[in-house]
């Protein structure tokens, strides 16, 4: 998966209602190109729309072919696609949380925009995930955050809807965030061709790998 362009992949345990004989799934973290970043500092809401999809385009056909390789090797497997993992626009919220998919592996954790963030590129990342009965080695949870006394995001939010309590594993989204707010705003600003995710361009480190020469 690395060698097809993943940027990173971890491994958990789940237990997934829906596909009780596929008790493990694979993480996929891609980064997305700076560009994107640039676009969102710039306001230019469709360009990062057009960068981000590309993307999610190209981890899209990674996950169906690692499904393909998976299943020629006699296991079951189910890439949890954007199609397939359709995302309720009002909870801003997918079937199956990808983040949550992250979180478990080890790969990251939960900022304070309930965004996934991960150390290397903050929260400027796609994210997939597949379901499987291959057996393999699980990575180690993550269940606090990392973001320690960092507000950027919360700061940068239009509609105050970020609060100032730290994700941790036990706690729910709604108790970092008013979801709600959040999602009548991007809804809002959808519907007037323009958007927001200044959250995801503010986080600290975020703006560390923008600004890293290294792409």
């Known amino acids: 998966l690395i060698d097809e362009g993943v940027s990173k992949v971890g491994y ?53 072919k690692a499904e393909q390789l998976i299943k020629d090797n006699r296991y079951d497997a189910f890439a949890l696609t954007m199609n ?18 992250a979180t478990t592996s080890g790969l990251g954790w939960i900022g304070r925009s309930a965004l996934f963030v991960c150390e290397e590129y903050g ?10 009965d291959m057996p393999i080695k699980h990575g180690n949870a993550i269940t606090d955050s990392f973001c320690d006394d960092c507000e950027e995001c919360q700061k940068a939010c239009p509609v105050d809807a970020i609060n100032p309590t730290k994700w941790n594993s036990r706690l729910h989204r709604n108790d970092i965030i008013d979801i709600e707010a959040c999602s009548q705003y991007v809804i809002d600003q959808f519907k007037s061709g323009l958007g927001c995710s200044k959250c995801l ?15």
């Open 12 to 64: 958990a345990a789940v237990d997934v209602d829906d596909f009780p004989n596929l008790n493990n799934a694979i993480a996929l973290v891609l980064k997305l190109p700076k560009k994107a970043i640039e676009a969102l500092l710039n306001d230019e809401f469709k360009r990062y729309w057009e960068i981000f999809h590309e993307e999610l385009d190209r981890l899209t056909e990674i996950s169906l």
């Open 84 to 101: 397939r993992n359709e995302c309720d626009m009002e909870k801003l919220l997918s079937k199956i949380p990808y983040k949550t998919l």
């Open 123 to 132: 929260s400027a990342v796609v994210l997939l995930g597949i379901l499987t």
């Open 201 to 215: 361009a503010h986080c600290k480190l975020t703006q560390d790998y923008y600004e890293k020469k290294i792409y």
